[in-house]
């Protein structure tokens, strides 16, 4: 990865659409050769900010640049960097499977040979199937075919494991990784926190229209929840003070009988031995790590997968 380099640069995008504000000032930067995920709640603005990078929507206002190239000024140079990945694969019924992969090659200079890209995304078997009659999990691997064909540098991947099986779904995820590994910057807007843990170099998390964090996962969790949250509880006063000033501790939080600490480093370790030592009882230390989905729920206030509708 290299974000000295950027590949796709956004600066201060705003769209309104009748009155809804769907970006209200988004900035980006996309390293090269990074895969970069794009998480948050439904309505947050991942798919808008998408196709206004892909040239699809026009922003209001802002500016965009994929390696360099403004989408709105020069759609032809977009289209030979930038492959994007349909949301919806949607594509005649009828149109088999290795003349819709010569359709879109076709577009291109110098594409990946057909068959090849079959080979790659594995649908070689289903070289002669009609589109209707393909799995979802076909025509997702179908669509990412069409999106490659071209040799893009810059691959734009929205939901692109959504109805897969476990199976299939790694089997794309090993996809996305080996296509990282040959070089190319991989956008992906995923709503699967193990999804965006396992493959993402970096991620942006979206709330309302903004970005609200962007970080490695590991990072985003760290400055969020911080490393784990242990969980007792006690028989009379909490010492909420004295817990406060343990070493690694950066929260309290007090419900009841139930005593939760956040913090880092070896906190039980810590947290029992004070208690020892101020003789105070306890029982029932549970020890939770601190995950993406935590993260996710205390930076847009919405479960991951939740709607920002439902807040
Ligand atoms: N064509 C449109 N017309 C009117 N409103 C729109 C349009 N496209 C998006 N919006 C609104 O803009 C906001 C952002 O939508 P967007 O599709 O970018 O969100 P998203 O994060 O991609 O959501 P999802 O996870 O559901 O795909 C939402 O409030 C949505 O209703």
Known sequence: MNVATPAIEVRQLRKTYRGTTALDGVDLTVGTGEIFGILGPNGAGKTTTVEIIEGL????????????????????????????????????????????????????????????????????????????????????????????????????????????????????????????????????????????????????????????????????????????????DVAGRVPVADLERLPGVTGVEVDGSTVHVLGRGDLVTAITGALHGWGVGYERVRVHQGTLDDAFLQLTGTAAGRTEEDR
């Open 57 to 232: 929507t026009s922003p209001d206002s802002g500016s965009v640049h994929v390696l360099g190239i403004d989408p709105f000024a020069d759609r032809d140079a977009l289209r030979q960097v930038l492959g994007a990945q349909l949301q919806e694969s949607r594509l005649p019924a009828k149109l088999r499977v290795r003349e819709a992969v010569k359709l879109y090659a076709s577009f291109y200079p110098d594409p990946v040979p057909v068959d090849e890209m079959l080979e790659r995304v594995g649908l070689t078997d289903k070289r002669s199937t009609p589109f209707e009659g393909l799995s979802g999990g076909q025509q997702q691997r179908l669509s990412i075919a069409l999106a490659l064909v071209g040799r893009p540098k810059v691959a734009i991947l929205d939901e692109v494991t959504t109805g897969l099986d476990p199976t299939a779904r790694r089997a794309m995820w090993q996809t996305i990784l080996d296509l990282r590994d040959s070089g190319l910057t991989v956008v992906l807007i995923t709503h699967f926190m193990e999804e965006a843990e396992r493959l993402c170099d970096r991620v942006a998390l979206m709330r309302g229209g903004r970005i609200v964090a962007t970080d490695t996962t590991g990072g985003i969790i760290e400055s969020t929840v911080g490393g784990q949250r242990v969980t007792f």
